[in-house]
């Protein structure tokens, strides 16, 4: 018997060993690194201990991942050197390391807003921040009341950061469709629990984490059929390949001759695929989780949320249609205009009739969604570099303002409602100045970055065809423009109510995030060249 298995075992191929190249992979390896040394730190610190360490581990994770992307651009991998990693399922090229540059960056502004404790009232000399003192105390009960008199602090929201990081660095860069699925995964547990850990109004929170992970369940559900479809009828999950035969260039074998006679599975297969990511996107018709759950969501998750998950679910949309399926533009553009035109409009029309802070942001970001899409259906290197130059400026945004956000506040922590806000200016005329300053830039008001992003991908969408789309997306700017102004109106030319909010003064941490989110809003606005030109050489995908 002996005998029998050493010639089987000799005359037997022997199994390859996977080729991981870790230095290529180093952004996100740090990230992970430090999601772990973050759960270990959790296990085995003292309590007291554990704020301040996490959020050092946080910083250096983050700050040694963008260095290293840093390293890995300069180094060509971006433009000369690109090319595919760990066995063809990940790519490194411009629109990866430019993305992962802008995802680290945001989380490094949001994380500086999880670390916030000077806004809530002090409880027995301990700082307090946005998240429960114990996550899994039910509401209002005996043991949450305990837990908040004895200073406990939720900072597993660190660890939890850097995890859905990481599965946002890998998402834009996946280059097949598992690996697709499995960073879409990677990131959007982590996000389902951050979502149901506020402080205040902790039913409302738990609510918004109940929608998004039974919404987002559906969604994955829905891009998992997708991906087996597609596998189906290319044989194959990685997106050159099914290109390949999209295209009719792949060799055809029996099977392939057999599957791809009928379109009916490639095209059943992409629309699935894309609706779990318009849903990740916030499009419509798959939006309606959006408002909700930016509402309920802790305001600092909120931030975080908009920004970054936006930008990874468009990095991952455009390297999906811009590598796996220019085969298949005739098809999907026609698709995608009624989408694109059905966000915008839907964004801005109910955007107005909203009265909480909030809310009208969660709206405002579904409209601005529709607006990154318009560059998308460009199909052209000069949309794809638009888009990335649009995500970058909405991403700073964004995070200012729901950071300003956290700063306005009544006894019952922050006054989200729009009556609230009546007459700011007199009250805070900084606070309300610059928040006026991230409205005007979502309205796409010259000097801001808002305007440059708008321009660049509606010229995008112009030069590639879609000017009845870019007709619609300036209307709808108009009526998005009609609520921001409303707001700056409400704030500057109201008077303030007599018993309304207070105006927190902030840490030095929030106090930066809003202040980097003010120098990158202006400067994207005065001074885009340099960062436009980037974008454009960031944007040529790897096959």
């Known amino acids: 018997m002996t005998g029998w298995l050493a010639a089987a075992g000799g005359n037997s191929p022997s199994i390859p060993a996977p080729h991981v190249e870790y230095g290529q992979l180093s952004p996100m390896l740090i990230v992970f690194g430090a999601a772990i040394a973050g759960i270990l730190a959790e296990a085995f610190l003292p309590r007291r201990s554990r704020y301040g360490a996490q959020l050092g581990i946080s910083l250096l994770g983050l700050g040694g991942a963008f260095a290293a992307v840093v390293v890995l651009a300069a180094q060509g991998y971006g433009t ?60 209002g009960g005996e043991q949450e009341r305990d837990a908040t008199r ?35 995964e990677v990131f959007s547990l982590p996000l389902y629990l951050l979502c149901a850990l506020a402080r205040r109004r902790r ?27 597609l596998y189906g009828y290319a044989g194959s999950v990685q997106l050159g390949d099914i290109a390949d035969v999209v295209s009719g260039v792949a060799p055809v074998t029996p099977a392939l001759a057999v599957t791809t006679q009928n379109d009916a599975l490639l095209l059943i297969g992409l629309a699935m695929v894309a609706v779990g990511l318009l849903f990740k996107v916030g499009a419509v018709p798959f939006h309606s989780w959006t408002p909700d759950v930016y509402q309920g969501a802790p305001t600092p998750v909120t931030g975080f949320m908009a920004a970054a998950t936006k930008t990874a679910a468009f990095g991952a949309f455009l390297r999906l249609f811009y590598v796996a399926f220019p085969g298949l533009k005739w098809d999907w553009r026609p698709v995608m205009w009624g989408v694109a035109i059905l966000t915008m409009v839907v964004g801005a029309i109910l955007a107005v009739t909203q009265q909480d802070v909030k809310r009208l942001l969660a709206y405002s970001s579904i409209a601005h969604a529709g607006f990154i899409l318009t560059g998308l259906i460009a199909t052209s290197k000069q949309g794809l570099g638009a888009v990335l130059f649009y995500l970058l400026a909405y991403s700073f945004v964004t995070l200012g303002a729901f950071a300003v956000v956290t700063l306005v506040r009544d006894s019952k922590g922050e006054a989200t409602h729009l009556s609230s806000w009546a007459g700011l200016g007199r009250r805070s005329p900084l606070l309300a100045a610059v928040f006026a300053l991230f409205l005007l830039s979502f309205a796409g008001i010259p000097l801001t970055s808002g305007f440059t992003g708008k321009f660049a991908v509606f010229q995008a969408a112009a030069a590639g065809g879609a000017t009845p789309l870019v007709i619609i997306g300036v209307l709808s700017s108009a009526v998005a423009a009609f609520f921001y102004i409303r707001v700056i109106v409400l704030m500057f030319f109201s008077d303030p109510q007599p018993q309304g909010p207070s105006v927190a003064v902030p840490s030095p941490l929030t106090a930066t995030a809003i202040g980097i989110g003010v120098l990158v809003t202006l400067g994207l606005g005065l001074l885009p060249q340099y960062f436009l030109d980037l974008a454009a050489k960031a944007s040529l995908f790897v096959r």
């Open 203 to 229: 039913l409302l929170s738990q609510e918004a984490a109940v929608k998004y992970f039974l919404l987002g369940a559906f969604a994955s559900a829905f891009f998992l059929f997708g991906t087996a479809l």
């Open 150 to 184: 004895a200073g406990f602090a939720t900072t597993e929201v660190f660890p939890l950061t850097l995890f859905a990081v990481g599965g946002m660095l890998l998402f834009p860069a996946a280059n097949d469709l598992l690996t697709m699925f499995v960073a879409l």
């Open 80 to 139: 000369t050197k690109a090319g595919l990693l760990a066995m063809g399922a990940v790519a490194i090229d411009g629109p990866a390391l430019f993305l992962q540059g802008v995802i680290l960056l945001t989380a490094v502004l949001a994380v500086l807003t999880y670390a916030e404790r000077k806004l809530e009232p002090r409880l027995n000399g301990h700082g307090v921040d946005a998240f429960t003192a114990q996550a899994s105390a039910v509401p």
